[in-house]
């Protein structure tokens, strides 16, 4: 940690207002930051805390529709208040970097990974393109992407989630940047990945010198990044103290209570009665082009059970989810639908067989038309499946809005972007059921939410498989989530199914070894346990190299 007396980001009072329901809102109400080289200091807090919005005012910005009306905002001694846009665009993406949440959000689709990371490295003048590409290789090596050499050249959907968020990080890297805003930057990472990640960014901050701010609702996470932690709620600083004192004997009951979370478990499903499953995937094999991606992948969900499918990124979990709605045709096997086998490509399925099978995706921001309102967006399969119009589809409209705990006077004429990322993904929750299937798919559903209101969600999908007997093929890196939710759990490895069965079974040892893996990469609430992990696969790794 840096001895510098001054610090290098000073907030004093910091006040953002926002604009709604015709007039202006209060959502930071005089926040003190203040941060030095070689620290990092964990911003935590429920959804609406105003975490993010704190974070990019340290860049001088409120995001649309909010402005900063109160306070200052000081960076290595510039008022960022005071500064012009000119000014702050020059340090924008060179001295201070972003990384968000969202990366499939953050991408521009139509050019490839490594042009957008020599983009800022060019336009401020810190290197030249060949520079930018050798150096975009070399950060892409060290935070573990797959063919470092060649991954660049790819476009942003030709990677996974993991892979995506892990080249944005690299890109906010590429200026070296003395302040560095990490806004949830690893809810898309699987565990395994997540730990060379935190290990990269944290080596980053001591290696440089620089700064960081670290957003998240991992308290976990949190506890091995940061060096202090503040807690916020309602746009209010709940209390401020060094991680190890927080974490052992924070003084808040609210600080006390997000301790505390994360204690749902759904209650275990009694076996199937009927012998035919709602869904089987028999002996699958897909690929993408020339590269096979799944591999011989067989598995069964039964009405009324939760099926989590676990593994890293890149692993098939998502790509199985794609062969089952039929937009990936496969090279070899089959899906089947109640006994009956499906088309495999979804164009040659009629629109009963589309209804049966719906997908919620992960990250509800961009799965969601932004342009359109809600009762647009849970309409529309309303009409398209079921034929509804009228005084029918608007009755429909309101039962499904009461099942997602959402008042319909309230919410069902607003915008996406008028809603928190919870509520956004229950109206995607709501738009899943417009269409009355019997499975669902649930891809990272919760990956991007807060603790609280994750759990929120897990106990509305609970409640909702009891009431209407569905069955949900549940894609999680998260293992919390599987213990609270599942009943069978299927660990998947490079396109392979290497374990499967009950989720009891799957978590008690002895465990198979990439199970086990996977079950040592979550991170606990103690600042000492990543390193912990680290120095004891290195001695694992140096006695199998000593024994063979």
Known sequence: MSTDKKPLLEMRGLRIEGFSDEEWHQIVKGVDVKLHRGEVLGLIGES?????????????YAKP???????????????????????KRKLRGSRI?????????????????????????????????????????????????????????????????????????AMALSCRPDLLIFDEPTTALDVTTQIEVLVTMRDIVEQFNCAAIYITHDLAVVAQM???????????????????????????????????????????????PEPTPLVRVDNVTAAYGPVTVLHE??????????????????SGKSTTARVITGLLPPRKGDVYYD??????????????QLRQAQMIYQMADTAVNPRHKIREIIGRPLQFYLGMEGAEKERRLREL???????????????????SGGQKQRICIARALAAEPAFIICDEVTSALDQLVAEGILKLLDRLQREL???????????????????????????RIVEQGPKDQIFAPPYHKYTDLLLSSVPEMDPDWMDNVLQERKKKGGMEAAGN
């Open 48 to 60: 609406g805390a105003g975490k993010s919005t704190i974070g990019i005012a340290a860049m001088g």
């Open 65 to 87: 529709g909010c402005r900063i009306n109160g306070g200052s905002v000081h960076f290595d001694g510039i008022d960022l208040t005071a500064a012009s846009e000119e000014e």
């Open 97 to 169: 970097a972003y990384v968000a949440q969202s990366a499939a959000a953050s991408f521009n689709p139509a050019h490839k990974l490594i042009e957008q990371f020599a983009e800022t490295v060019v336009e401020h003048g810190v290197g030249t393109r060949d520079e930018a590409h050798a150096d975009a290789k070399d950060l892409y090596a060290k935070i573990k992407m797959p063919d470092p050499e060649q991954i660049g050249f790819r476009y942003p959907h030709q990677v996974s989630g993991g892979q995506l968020q892990r080249a944005m990080t």
């Open 226 to 272: 940061a060096d202090k932690i503040m807690v916020l709620r309602y746009g209010e600083t709940v209390e401020e103290a060094d991680t190890r004192k927080m974490l052992s004997a924070p003084e808040e009951e609210y600080t006390k209570s997000l301790w505390a979370v994360r204690s749902f478990r759904k209650q275990q499903a009694a076996p199937p």
């Open 297 to 314: 992948v067989s598995f069964e969900v039964h009405r009324g059970h939760t099926v989590a499918v676990v593994g890293e990124s890149g």
């Open 339 to 352: 006994g009956t086998r499906y088309p495999r490509d979804y164009r040659k399925r009629n629109k009963e």
């Open 401 to 419: 809005m009461e099942m997602i705990e959402m008042e319909p006077d309230k919410f069902l004429d607003r915008l996406p972007a008028e809603l």
């Open 469 to 495: 007997n569905l069955a949900y093929m549940f894609i999680t890196h998260d293992l919390a989530t599987v213990q609270a939710i599942a009943d069978e759990v299927i660990v998947m490895l490079e396109g």
